[in-house]
């Protein structure tokens, strides 16, 4: 059985943001970040494609952060399978996260959780020999995440498609975000690609979670936001936004 349309055009798209945001030099070694989910084992299919001569030299392998929660099991005997039908080598790291919500201060769960997986990533990166950790997120992500910085940051921006850390020491990307979430799920469907919902209490009453409900109202009302909300990202126009006020008193 020959690949879906679906997976030729999602392919094209993620070769299309690796040129267009210079995102693996040659000769790279890139860890995909897996959590069990569909969006990052769907990257993993897709990068281990490599059918395009011009991304074909870089070394691939996949790297799962088992956080303590209860399906990290069912998770890690998945992804192993997974990774070894793909011939990408396969580490899963312990980092138990529970420990830290008994420190936490101003900080919520969410934050303390992902800053947690981040850093593990990174230690693992570095005992690997990986410079380039690849993450799931798709185009509606960046959208999510324009939406999160207006409530509740007070800024206008999203993730980075490229985004270096410790000086260039690491880099964090994310080659699906030309790549829709009803392209995944349904690809994901087809592929018999499982996904691993998290245990985690704050996963579906999170900020993204309310914001994601959000979104979902305005495509149901307006089809054509999905594609104008992701235009304005790249679409700023500054000599229509405001200078800032000489008193922070007036924006309360």
Not at 111 to 140: P, Q, V, W
């Amino acid at each position: 059985m020959g690949e879906s349309k679906r997976m030729l055009n999602m392919h094209k798209r993620l070769e299309l943001a690796l040129g267009d945001y210079k995102m693996i030099p040659e000769g790279s070694h890139v860890t995909v970040a897996l959590s069990g989910g569909k969006d990052s084992s769907m990257l993993l299919h897709l990068l281990a494609r490599k059918k395009v001569l011009t991304h074909n030299n870089f070394e691939l392998s996949a790297t799962l952060i088992k956080q303590g929660f209860p399906g990290d099991a069912k998770r890690e005997t998945y992804l192993t399978t997974l990774c070894n039908s793909l011939n990408v080598p396969f580490h899963s790291i312990d980092a138990d996260v529970k420990p830290l919500f008994a420190t936490l201060q101003s900080k919520s769960p969410c934050y303390t959780c992902s800053r947690s997986r981040r850093m593990n990533l990174f230690k693992t990166a570095k005992e690997i020999g990986a410079t380039i950790i690849a993450m799931g997120h798709h185009r509606d992500d960046f959208v999510e995440t324009l939406l999160m910085n207006l409530f509740y940051s007070s800024h206008i921006g999203t993730m980075k498609p490229n985004n270096p850390f410790f000086k260039g020491e690491f880099f964090v990307i994310r080659p699906m975000v030309y790549i829709h979430e009803y392209m995944i799920r349904a690809e994901a469907e087809e592929l018999g690609i499982p996904t691993f919902e998290t245990e985690c209490g704050h996963e579906k009453t999170g900020e993204r979670a309310h914001v994601k409900k959000i979104i979902a109202d305005i495509y149901q009302h307006y089809p054509n936001a999905r594609t104008s909300m992701f235009r304005a990202l790249f679409s700023l126009e500054d000599d229509y936004l405001l200078d800032k006020p000489s008193h922070d008193s007036v924006i309360k």
